[in-house]
């Protein structure tokens, strides 16, 4: 625990202007970001005496070693590099709001030829329209069915319209008439983006032009007694109208606004978002956060704001955000959602009316969700906290392992050996720090060696961190805790991260691969597996981080140097963390090696072309259609594709004269050939 008086700047040392400010720990990783109108009066808050300070401030503060700023012209651009910050270096201290669910969205490939409208979750792409997000996949699909009968837009995927279109034949969606089958040139390009543009303008809430056409051709069809045509467009207006109830009007002024309520106790905060378009609810989501920072319900609004609009722009960001009290820099990021959206943005809390009537409903169900997430989380929490201390009480280590690193070995006959390292911290598993390793020391299939070598590579590059906290000897030489020499750059192979001559990185404050040390390092493995994790360990002087491993054949424990297993008993909450976390490593391994070996099964001649790139190869399976025609083809003929000359031309008939023809590969999951073209057959 640090002083903070050690490493606090002399008043005059710190500018008296808007600035973002960064605290780093002893290992220079940044755990906390913040900003300030004064950076001298703001940075003077954390240095008073500790019993003055809010207790999680006080953590802060004893945690960090420095502190630096940057000075910016104004509190806009505060703001933004704030938020640059908080995603670049994940600092520990800040408020971060976890989603807890991946949101469906109705998204649009505007980006596409002819566009698709289909499900999507994940980061926004470019070129995509997207509208939700939704609480359920299937109220997309159901929404999306009943509006294919007026907008036919195509909704298949890339394979299914590849194979329509060679064969000639559309899909059954095309011959019901939910589908305008472009890949069979029922309708143009041009014709299809005016039906996707048309199914957009709906979704955004234009609606009514498009119940009011379809009445007059309706009326139009019954006048020239077309009463077909007139009963089918009745359909399709009873389907738009079904498809707008889903979203009752809550905003009669039509309004485009997001509704952000909270709920928080004195640990924790939930935040609710109704995104309301054309006065009706077109999507809802949800966060929770750990209030790890002394901050307000206004501090916790403008975090959520600048989560919510950090990467969006344009009419993503509505003309109005309602939130339940105003950041102490309203202005400031008035301005920056203004800039976000390229036009004014209101930015208030509603006093009156439908919409404050509308923020008490957001604001029920951000409490509802508080009160559910915290229900959820007490049971968990008893459970993994049994957990890890059945686990210690079996490992007879000194403390509950908090943080547990497993690995895998995964290669198929030998081939493509690969490893993974999975870490579960208070016993959740943390995917953002799941590493991949190739094995490089040798060639062929021993699991024993591989274990070794990547519990090695992964603790030369822990060590490698360790130097720059200090935890070295005067020569520069690492030392453990009885001051023994540690060899970290030995014959072995070298750290991921730590080049041949074994410098590093210079350090930049962002989260680091392998700079925190387990307590717990569990192997997918018997007695051979572990004895080699804890010799690995042994050589890099390594003796405060335990290890065991878990055999599938009984799922029994293994511990260095013992003849026998723990055996923990089936009904232990202990023995099924151990076995959560061995299985999330083997499917990660599993995954891997997957990969690879698609990889190399698919690499083409092509690739041994030197000097040839991805454009150019492209560009040559697009001109002949497949490998195998390539192959056949002249030089004078390959030279016709356009950024080919004679040597490359030569180069390519060469490689590919040289290199057999490779077996058909086969799809392991469906039984199906793979051709050349990248097609399939039976």
Same mark, same amino acid.
């Given at each position: 625990m640090?002083d &903070?008086?050690?490493?606090?700047?002399?008043?005059?040392?710190?500018?008296?202007?808007?600035?973002?400010?960064?605290?780093?720990?002893?290992?220079?990783?940044?755990?906390?970001?913040?900003?300030?109108?004064?950076?001298r009066?703001?940075?003077?808050?954390?240095?008073?005496?500790?019993a003055s300070?809010?207790?999680?401030?006080?953590?802060?503060?004893?945690?960090?070693?420095s502190?630096?700023?940057?000075?910016?012209?104004?509190?806009?651009?505060?703001?933004?590099?704030?938020?640059?910050?908080?995603?670049?270096?994940?600092?520990?201290?800040?408020?971060?709001?976890?989603?807890?669910?991946?949101? &469906? *969205?109705?998204?649009?490939?505007?980006?596409?030829?002819?566009?698709?409208?289909?499900?999507?979750?994940?980061?926004?792409?470019?070129?995509v329209? *997207?509208?939700?997000?939704y609480?359920?996949?299937?109220?997309?699909?159901?929404?999306?069915?009943l509006m294919l009968?007026?907008?036919?837009?195509?909704?298949?995927?890339?394979?299914?319209?590849?194979?329509?279109?060679?064969? @000639?034949?559309?899909?059954?969606?095309g011959?019901i008439?939910k589908?305008?089958?472009?890949?069979?040139? =029922?309708?143009?390009?041009?014709?299809h983006r005016?039906?996707?543009?048309e199914?957009?303008?709906?979704?955004a809430g234009?609606?009514?032009?498009?119940?009011?056409?379809?009445?007059?051709?309706?009326?139009?069809?019954?006048?020239?007694?077309?009463?077909?045509?007139?009963?089918?467009?009745?359909?399709?207006?009873?389907?738009?109208?079904?498809?707008?109830?889903k979203n009752?009007?809550?905003?009669?002024?039509?309004?485009?606004?997001?509704?952000?309520?909270?709920? +928080?106790? +004195?640990?924790?905060?939930?935040?609710?978002?109704?995104?309301?378009?054309?006065?009706?609810?077109?999507?809802?989501?949800?966060?929770?956060?750990?209030?790890?920072?002394?901050?307000?319900?206004?501090?916790?609004?403008?975090?959520?704001?600048?989560?919510?609009?950090?990467?969006e722009? @344009?009419e993503?960001?509505?003309? +109005?955000?309602?939130?339940?009290?105003?950041p102490?820099?309203?202005?400031?990021?008035?301005?920056?959602l203004?800039?976000?959206?390229g036009?004014q943005?209101?930015?208030?809390?509603?006093?009156?009316?439908?919409?404050?009537?509308?923020?008490?409903?957001v604001?029920r169900?951000?409490?509802?969700?508080?009160?559910?997430h !915290?229900?959820?989380?007490?049971s968990?929490?008893?459970?993994?906290?049994?957990?890890?201390?059945e686990?210690?009480?079996?490992?007879?280590?000194?403390?509950?392992?908090?943080?547990?690193?497993?690995?895998?070995?995964?290669?198929?006959?030998?081939?493509?050996?690969?490893a993974?390292?999975?870490?579960?911290?208070?016993g959740?598993?943390?995917?953002?720090?799941?590493r991949?390793f190739?094995?490089?020391?040798?060639? @062929?299939?021993?699991?024993?060696?591989?274990?070794?070598?990547?519990?090695?590579?992964r603790?030369?590059?822990?060590? #490698?961190? !360790?130097?720059?906290?200090g935890?070295?000897?005067?020569?520069?030489?690492?030392?453990?805790?009885?001051?023994? #020499?540690?060899?970290?750059?030995?014959?072995?192979?070298?750290?991921d991260?730590v080049?041949?001559?074994?410098e590093?990185?210079?350090?930049?404050?962002r989260?680091?691969?392998?700079?925190?040390?387990?307590?717990?390092?569990?192997?997918?493995?018997?007695?051979?597996?572990?004895?080699?994790?804890?010799?690995?360990?042994?050589?890099?002087?390594?003796?405060?981080i335990?290890?065991?491993?878990?055999?599938?054949?009984?799922?029994?424990?293994?511990? &260095?140097?013992?003849?026998?297993?723990?055996?923990?008993?089936?009904?232990?909450?202990?023995?099924?963390?151990?076995?959560?976390?061995?299985?999330?490593?083997?499917?990660?391994?599993?995954?891997?090696?997957?990969?690879?070996?698609?990889?190399?099964? =698919?690499?083409?001649?092509?690739?041994?072309v030197?000097?040839?790139?991805?454009?150019?190869?492209?560009?040559?399976?697009?001109?002949?259609?497949?490998v195998?025609?390539?192959?056949?083809?002249?030089?004078?003929?390959?030279?016709?594709?356009? @950024?080919?000359?004679? !040597?490359?031309?030569?180069?390519?008939?060469?490689?590919?004269?040289?290199?057999?023809?490779?077996? &058909?590969?086969?799809?392991?999951?469906?039984?199906?050939?793979?051709?050349?073209?990248?097609?399939?057959?039976?």
């Amino acid at each position: 625990m640090a002083d &903070p008086s050690s490493y606090r700047p002399r008043p005059g040392q710190i500018p008296d202007s808007p600035g973002v400010y960064k605290f780093r720990d002893e290992h220079r990783r940044v755990i906390y970001v913040g900003k300030a109108k004064s950076l001298r009066q703001r940075l003077a808050n954390y240095f008073q005496p500790l019993a003055s300070l809010h207790p999680r401030t006080a953590t802060m503060v004893t945690t960090a070693a420095s502190v630096e700023w940057t000075v910016v012209s104004t509190e806009v651009e505060a703001l933004q590099l704030e938020y640059s910050w908080i995603k670049e270096f994940d600092p520990r201290f800040n408020v971060k709001y976890r989603d807890d669910k991946s949101y &469906p *969205y109705l998204a649009v490939t505007l980006n596409e030829e002819f566009p698709r409208v289909q499900v999507m979750r994940g980061h926004k792409k470019k070129g995509v329209r *997207y509208f939700g997000p939704y609480a359920h996949a299937w109220a997309i699909r159901e929404t999306v069915d009943l509006m294919l009968r007026v907008f036919p837009v195509r909704t298949c995927s890339a394979g299914v319209f590849r194979n329509a279109a060679s064969a @000639g034949r559309p899909c059954l969606l095309g011959y019901i008439g939910k589908c305008s089958a472009p890949c069979v040139g =029922r309708v143009t390009p041009d014709e299809h983006r005016d039906l996707a543009e048309e199914f957009c303008d709906f979704m955004a809430g234009r609606t009514g032009t498009y119940i009011r056409r379809l009445e007059q051709q309706m009326t139009a069809a019954a006048e020239e007694m077309e009463y077909e045509k007139a009963a089918r467009l009745r359909d399709d207006i009873g389907a738009l109208r079904r498809a707008m109830e889903k979203n009752a009007v809550v905003l009669a002024d039509a309004t485009d606004a997001d509704l952000i309520a909270l709920a +928080e106790d +004195e640990l924790e905060a939930a935040v609710q978002i109704f995104h309301v378009r054309g006065g009706r609810v077109r999507g809802q989501r949800g966060w929770v956060t750990d209030k790890v920072e002394a901050v307000s319900t206004a501090g916790l609004v403008e975090h959520a704001i600048q989560q919510l609009y950090g990467e969006e722009s @344009g009419e993503a960001v509505p003309k +109005e955000v309602l939130v339940p009290a105003v950041p102490e820099d309203a202005e400031a990021v008035t301005q920056w959602l203004s800039g976000r959206r390229g036009s004014q943005v209101s930015l208030r809390v509603p006093q009156r009316g439908d919409k404050k009537d509308l923020m008490e409903t957001v604001a029920r169900n951000a409490q509802q969700a508080l009160v559910l997430h !915290k229900t959820k989380r007490a049971s968990d929490l008893t459970t993994r906290s049994r957990a890890l201390e059945e686990i210690a009480e079996a490992l007879d280590l000194d403390s509950a392992p908090l943080r547990i690193e497993c690995f895998d070995i995964s290669h198929l006959q030998g081939q493509d050996v690969v490893a993974s390292m999975v870490v579960f911290e208070d016993g959740l598993p943390r995917k953002s720090e799941y590493r991949r390793f190739q094995i490089k020391g040798f060639e @062929g299939q021993d699991d024993v060696r591989s274990m070794h070598e990547v519990i090695g590579r992964r603790f030369k590059r822990y060590l #490698a961190e !360790k130097e720059k906290t200090g935890e070295w000897g005067p020569d520069g030489v690492a030392v453990d805790a009885d001051g023994d #020499a540690v060899d970290t750059h030995g014959d072995g192979p070298a750290a991921d991260g730590v080049n041949g001559s074994g410098e590093v990185p210079v350090d930049d404050g962002r989260p680091k691969r392998f700079a925190y040390p387990p307590q717990l390092v569990v192997v997918d493995g018997g007695q051979p597996q572990v004895a080699a994790a804890r010799r690995a360990l042994d050589e890099l002087g390594i003796d405060d981080i335990a290890v065991c491993g878990l055999a599938k054949r009984l799922e029994e424990v293994w511990l &260095p140097g013992d003849d026998d297993p723990v055996v923990l008993p089936r009904s232990s909450e202990g023995l099924y963390l151990l076995q959560r976390v061995r299985d999330t490593a083997h499917d990660f391994a599993i995954r891997y090696q997957r990969s690879k070996r698609n990889k190399r099964v =698919r690499s083409s001649p092509l690739d041994a072309v030197p000097g040839l790139g991805d454009t150019r190869k492209q560009a040559l399976i697009k001109h002949f259609g497949s490998v195998k025609r390539l192959r056949q083809a002249t030089i004078e003929q390959i030279i016709e594709v356009p @950024g080919m000359g004679r !040597k490359t031309a030569e180069a390519v008939a060469v490689a590919l004269a040289q290199a057999a023809p490779a077996a &058909p590969a086969v799809n392991t999951a469906t039984g199906e050939i793979m051709e050349d073209d990248g097609g399939t057959t039976a």
